[in-house]
């Protein structure tokens, strides 16, 4: 647990148990014998939904679907009318065999009528199997078309839907939880919309064909068929009540690897310091072997869906070839080309059941991956602004909190009846031990969660009457743990004001004292950043988050103990630079060192959610309470470190 607040927000329900952490204390919602990332085995809840859901991201790309199905349809009529024509070859030639054996030789004018038919049924096959390959062509560059767009679609929507979510929502899931719905379970779904859909299509398209020819051509034959399907069909029915809730576990076990492979990545640092490497591969391990062990049952599962489809189609193959020789040797059907063409729809009328057999594992693993995806885009948003929402065009920057009460959860009370008052320019010190709800206090202000109890003014506006976004846009924040983004030193600058200028960007470095080490690297602004910001020292990316907030101008200013972690000359550099950012602000200095609030206007003293102390740093020692005695301890220990 670091500085920042031991209560809040609550430790995310992960429900992993790092063997490492379970020694110091158990995680809530802790993981049973095959409980998933958040405690239960995951099931598929509502198929039928979530395919109709699907479905609906179609609209947007429904010509190109309409022509891609079009398409298709005359690609299979095509290549289904071939077994027609080909059966009709076998009597062209079973005619002229019969001619020979009964002239020697196939006469002249018959030789002629048989070349010719046999010439047109080749003609027309060739043509049919040319057609059928240009619309197959076709169809499968609209459908990788409309699947492309389909996904593209779903990914916008679902990290749009991201950018609306709450923290508390983010503070109940993982990063690389998140991280996997948009990832492998889109990719999931992506997969299914550019091969399954149209195979299934494809399939239902050669069923109704293929049966209507088989019907035509011997209905008695066609009765035989079916006598298998329902076997079959009772298998595959029971194999996939059992693959659907195998391949949600499956993709819950893979974002739960995802959390675990993120969180290590971006913790090495901490890893590599405490010599932990050997627990997190450990606890790598566990998870990859549950993902092992969800994937191996899930394919196992679905892949025996094709072998048994192929006894039964086999055993009714043999049935038809056995009956239809029956029939012709008794003389009860027109021709052998006629069970030929029969044998080919038979088996032009099973293999879509293979196919639609073979494409569970591809729409179960989507399901669950588009289950997973509609789960967040279902979560309640923040909260829209009030109608008639104030824009708080010109704040002064009052801030009053009366009577507030917040926990992260309604049964636990983090603040506790916190009333004070900011009036504009003022500089209010927030001290006390950690865990005291010092961080909470700004998180209410910034409004990343709802009170329970209370209310926070701003210029004497309640913050749930003020438009979420003027809000922030009002407060700006220097935190203890900076956040630097991938890109250049002046993306990241401006990443405070889009709209303002270079002089206005370089005024800002200059007031932070960063202009200057940043004009000695090699490309002064344009300096690619590493990872949060990786080739720069702790200081230096403090000084460019002061910057970042200097350029954003706030009216209402958070410095959350931004000189904890660098030396004392950066100290010294940071200290003028906070100075001249706090000027003409209304500045909330969440301090750990004492001694760095001394000039304050207000200083609370926070214990276990209230405000025990409150004064001047003069007035708080006369009262010689809470706030002298940590004072005098921190002297303490500063004398001893330096002994």
């Known amino acids: 647990m670091d500085k920042r607040e031991k209560n809040a927000p609550m430790e995310p329900q992960t429900g992993r148990k790092h063997r490492y952490k379970a020694a110091a204390a158990p995680m809530r919602g802790g ?17 039928k939904g979530t395919i109709l859901r699907m479905l609906g991201y179609l609209k947007h790309v429904k010509v190109a679907l309409i022509i891609a199905t079009i398409a298709l349809l005359l690609s299979t009529v095509a290549s289904l009318i071939s077994p027609k024509i080909s059966g009709d070859i076998v009597d062209v030639l079973a005619r002229g065999v019969s001619a020979i054996r009964e002239y020697g030789e196939i006469p002249a004018e018959l ?132 693959t659907g809730k195998l391949f949600r576990a499956q993709q819950a076990a893979l974002g ?43 394919t196992i599962f679905s892949s025996c869906i094709g072998p048994i489809m192929n006894v039964f189609n086999n055993l009714s193959f043999a049935l038809m070839a056995g009956i239809g020789g029956y029939l012709v040797v008794t003389g009860r059907v027109a021709s052998v080309g006629m069970i030929q063409s029969f044998l080919q729809y038979s088996r032009q009328f099973q293999r879509p059941l293979n196919d639609m057999a073979g ?36 704040p002064m920057g009052h801030v009053e909190f009366d009577h507030v009460t917040f926990g992260y959860t309604p049964e636990r009370a983090i603040l506790k009846d916190v009333t004070f008052e900011a009036k504009p320019g003022q500089t209010i010190a927030l001290v ?21 109890e209370g209310h926070i003014r701003i210029d004497g506006k309640d913050i749930t009457d003020i438009q979420r976004q003027k809000l922030r846009d009002s407060l700006g924040m220097v935190l203890q743990d900076v956040y630097l983004f991938a890109g250049t030193i002046r993306e990241n600058l401006l990443y405070g004001n889009l709209d303002a200028t270079e002089e206005q960007m370089i005024e800002a470095a200059k007031m932070a004292n960063c202009h200057s080490f940043i004009t000695r690297l090699p ?17 230096q990316r403090q000084l460019l988050s002061i910057a970042r907030a200097i350029l954003s101008d706030p009216k209402v200013l958070i410095l959350d103990e931004a000189t904890s972690s660098v030396d004392t ?25 004492l001694s760095t609030i001394r000039n304050a206007d207000l200083i609370l003293v926070i214990d276990g959610g209230e405000i025990i102390e409150r004064g001047s740093h003069e007035e708080l020692i006369e009262q010689n309470g809470f706030y002298a005695n940590m004072l005098r301890s921190q002297y303490r220990a500063s004398i001893k470190a330096s002994a």
């Open 256 to 298: 739960e690897v995802n959390g675990i492979v993120e969180e290590t990545v971006t913790g090495s640092r901490v890893v590599k310091v405490f010599s932990r490497e050997r627990l997190v591969i450990a606890d790598f391990r566990e998870a990859n072997e549950e993902y092992c062990e969800a994937g191996t049952k899930a």
């Open 111 to 242: 030789r002629g009528q048989l070349g010719a038919e046999l010439v047109r049924g080749i003609l027309w096959m060739l043509g049919l199997y040319l057609a059928s390959v240009c619309f197959s062509l076709t169809q499968s560059m609209l459908l990788v078309r409309v699947s492309q767009n389909t996904v593209r679609a779903m990914r916008r929507e679902l990290f749009d839907k991201i950018q609306t979510l709450p923290l508390s929502y983010f503070d109940k899931h993982p990063r690389g939880e998140m991280m996997s719905r948009l990832t492998n379970d889109i990719d999931n779904v992506s997969n299914m919309l550019g091969n399954s859909l149209m195979s299934i299509m494809s399939s239902i398209i050669t069923l109704i064909v293929s049966l209507s020819m088989m019907l035509y051509l011997s209905p008695l034959l066609t009765l035989v068929a079916f006598l298998v399907i329902p076997f079959s069909m009772s298998v595959v029915r029971l194999i996939t009540s059992r």
């Open 523 to 539: 490309q002064g602004y344009d300096t690619e950043l590493a990872e949060d910001g990786g080739n720069l020292s702790q200081g």
């Open 359 to 394: 494409q569970v594992t591809n729409i179960q693993s989507a399901l669950a991956g588009a289950e997973r995806v509609f789960e967040i885009l279902d979560a309640d948003p923040e909260p829209a602004d009030a109608p008639g929402a104030d824009p708080l065009e010109s």
């Open 432 to 452: 006390g031990p950690t865990g005291a709800g010092k961080t909470t206090i700004v998180s209410v202000l910034e409004r990343f969660y709802d009170l329970q």
């Open 31 to 47: 993981r049973g014998p095959g409980a998933g990332r958040f405690g239960e085995k995951p099931k598929l809840k509502d198929s």
């Open 569 to 593: 000359r950066t100290e010294v550099h940071i200290q003028s630079a906070m100075l001249r950012l706090m000027k003409g602000r209304t500045s909330f200095v969440i301090a750990h060192r």
